[in-house]
Nanobody
């Protein structure tokens, strides 16, 4: 059973930066896509960014483009989300997600880490 553990959330002032980490409990060799999603109070969960195993292709939600960067370190079984120029509207619980197709399609979510952007 794959488990994900997020860390790095906290309180930051507008314009500041944070780096979130997601540690995967096993090798990421069989995980096709790793991603970050977020959910603000009263809103639906939305895509922040994803990164593929093959080719390291990235995809960003509109709110993250130009400010956030997703990356992965396969040797450390870790995915990162570097967030710059943070805004109050980035306040949310950020969730890590892993998805795969072998041996059978599946996905797993982390427990989430809270990011609060406020002065």
């Amino acid at each position: 059973q794959v488990q994900l553990v997020e860390s790095g959330g906290g309180l930051v002032q507008p314009g500041g930066s944070l780096r979130l980490s997601c540690i995967v409990s096993r090798s990421m060799n069989m995980i096709n896509v790793m991603g970050w999603y977020r959910q603000a109070p009263g809103k639906e969960r939305e895509l922040v960014a994803t990164i593929t195993r093959i080719g390291g292709r990235t995809n960003y939600g509109d709110s993250a483009k130009g400010r956030f960067t997703i990356s992965r370190d396969n040797a450390k079984n870790t995915v990162y989300l570097q967030m710059n120029s943070l805004k109050p509207e980035d306040t949310a619980v950020y969730y890590c997600n892993a998805a795969w197709t072998i041996p059978t399609p599946g996905e797993v979510w982390g427990q989430g880490t809270l990011v609060t952007v406020s002065s």
